[in-house]
């Protein structure tokens, strides 16, 4: 008799996420939904929370959360991609809020490990407290409420993880954050929107890891500057997320998932392989041929073709995806 296969942490996630909005009217929660967004895209004081109480944090963490890990897990995959034989013995994440980093962790590295949540909002901090005693690698878990500015330190631990944090802080609190990771870390990853705005904020913590001794582990098959020149393009990937009831109702349509764009920089003070190269565009996929965009590791941005007389490899490429590692591993 086989045994009970447990859920994933992605299925547990979804499961704990879906009776958040038990009891407030679904168009309450898509109003608050709508309001926490136009919060997030404009300038938003560093002292003011965005994330008000319960019901704000509740419609929020139902609405982004899905999103967020789906970003987060993918990336981490490339770095335990570039780094098999590392598992970090501990996690940091910083301004995590209702903790969808920590729940990435657990689904790319088995077992729990210490974990500690640092955020401002205490209704955030909560709520994902809450959500986590459904993930036993997360029942351990430390929320910790702090300021998240240029007094912020970190104690030494093997992973920080920053998620779409970098664009609420002002400069000197980037710096100082990415900073703080760089001193406290053994492996540091920043995932912002897959946004040109974005793309330049993950470049400039790629610049201060570097300047602090990382080497970059994922995306880049390098540690030297990007070949993409400034304002000709941006430097993103995209990662599919189950669209849940509410998701529907805020955005319109019908389809049952979307598309989060990010764009992501992973770095580590332990040796870790990168990928040769990086398909960093959606595959062409067209009769005998597939074209895919690459970044190099010459520090540059190349073109190739793949056609059916490259046997095997015609077949990877017809099965390669955005953001994957080219050529693919056996």
């Not at 009217?25 to 709508?34: C, D, G, K, S």
């Not at 709520?127 to 351990?140: M, S, T």
Request: glycine share 6%; proline share 8%; charged share 20%.
């Amino acid at each position: 008799m086989n045994a009970p296969v447990s859920p994933s942490p992605a299925d547990t996630l979804r499961t704990a996420l879906s009776g958040l909005l038990d009891g407030l009217p679904p168009r309450q929660a898509a109003q608050a939904v709508e309001r926490l967004i136009g919060h997030y895209r404009g300038a938003t004081p560093t002292d003011a929370p965005i994330l008000r109480d319960r019901a704000d944090v509740a419609a929020y963490a139902a609405y982004r959360m899905p999103a967020t890990f789906e970003a987060v897990r993918s990336a981490l995959e490339a770095l335990a991609d570039a780094a098999p034989e590392w598992t970090p013995s501990g996690h940091v994440d910083v301004g995590g809020g209702t903790g969808a980093a920590t729940w990435a962790v657990t689904a790319v590295w088995d077992g729990s490990r210490p974990t500690t949540v640092l955020d401002w909002a205490e209704p955030a901090l909560a709520l994902g407290k809450e959500i986590a005693a459904a993930n036993p690698a997360l029942r351990d878990a430390r929320w910790q409420r702090s300021r998240i500015g240029t007094s912020l330190t970190l104690a030494p631990t093997d992973l920080v993880t920053v998620s779409y944090v970098l664009n609420e802080l002002t400069a000197a609190d980037r710096a100082t954050l990415v900073d703080a990771a760089a001193t406290a870390a053994q492996a540091v990853l920043i995932v912002e929107p897959g946004t040109p705005d974005g793309y330049t904020r993950v470049l400039e913590a790629r610049d201060r890891l570097i300047a602090a001794g990382f080497r970059v582990a994922a995306p880049c098959p390098h540690s030297a500057a990007c070949p993409i020149a400034p304002g000709t393009d941006w430097c993103h990937f995209s990662a599919r997320v189950s669209r849940s009831s509410l998701h529907r109702q805020v955005k319109g349509g019908s389809l049952p998932y979307e598309d989060e764009k990010f764009a992501y920089v992973a770095a580590s003070r332990f040796p870790a392989t990168p990928a040769p190269s990086r398909i960093v565009r959606k595959p062409q996929i067209r009769k005998g041929q597939v074209l895919l965009d690459l970044c190099e590791p010459e520090e540059r941005l190349d073109r190739v073709t793949v056609t059916k007389r490259h046997g095997e490899l015609y077949k990877a490429a017809r099965d390669a995806e955005w953001g994957d590692a080219w050529p693919a591993a056996d």
